[in-house]
């Protein structure tokens, strides 16, 4: 193909091919469709290059709660490159798999804070407590046993996991957790309170 008739031709493609979308992120928006904002304010995020893994999780949360799972895949991945190690990155991706109804990526996503950052104790307590809240007891309880493991004696995080576990219906189980943080703790008034504040919340006194 001779050159001019090359440069008209991709011209033409050019003029064929779809402008990007300018979102105007003005109160008429911000009142519009759920899907839509999410999504647009994500892509925002993105163009605006975030150097925190965390952000790029963020921004796959918000694709996975406007149903695009391919632009949240593509946002995981990213921010997992990033920090693959990174326990509170890892739990930011299972977390947004869990409330989205995707178990099985969830659990995958989870076990990798316990290959990858074992020691991370937030995000094991995180993990723990993100299943105990849907119910998923038993794995809930074999992130704390890793816990455990780690800290004997962490009283604070075992009535935070006593906690989930009643506000998932699970009282019996949950006495265990606040029995241990008392025995620990056993002249530590914020322990009583916190646990009859759970009580009085979830109406758990039956």
């Keep these: 193909m001779r050159p001019a008739l090359l440069v008209l031709a991709s011209l033409s493609l050019l003029a ?7 979102v105007l992120f003005d109160e008429a928006f911000f009142a519009g469709d759920r899907r839509a904002i999410l999504e647009a304010c994500a892509d925002r995020a993105k163009l605006l290059k975030p150097k ?8 796959g949360r918000a694709y996975l709660a406007a149903m695009d799972k391919p632009k949240a895949l593509a ?11 990174d326990g509170q990155v890892l739990r930011l991706i299972a977390q947004s798999w869990l409330r989205h109804g995707y178990k099985s990526e969830a659990l995958e ?13 937030e995000a094991v307590t995180s993990a723990a407590v993100d299943l105990a ?3 998923l007891v038993n794995e809930a309880e074999r992130y704390m046993s ?3 493991t780690l800290e004997k004696d962490d009283w ?6 006593g906690r989930a576990l009643l506000v998932a219906g699970q009282r019996k189980k949950a006495a265990t957790w606040f029995a241990r943080a008392a025995a620990l703790k056993p002249n530590e008034e914020k322990l009583y309170l916190e646990i009859s ?8 006194v039956m």
């Excluded at 925190?52 to 921004?59: G, P, Q, R």
């Excluded at 604070?156 to 996991?161: A, D, G, I, K, N």
């Design 16 to 22: 064929q091919a779809p402008k990007p979308t300018v």
């Design 109 to 121: 996503g989870y076990e990798k804070i316990v290959a990858r950052d074992p020691k991370n104790k």
């Design 52 to 59: 925190d893994a965390k952000y790029l999780a963020e921004c």
């Design 133 to 135: 809240e849907v119910g």
């Design 75 to 85: 946002a995981f991945s990213e921010a997992e490159q990033r920090e693959p190690k």
């Design 156 to 161: 604070q995080r075992f009535l935070l996991f």
């Design 146 to 148: 890793v816990l455990a």
């Design 197 to 204: 504040r759970t009580f009085a919340e979830t109406a758990s």
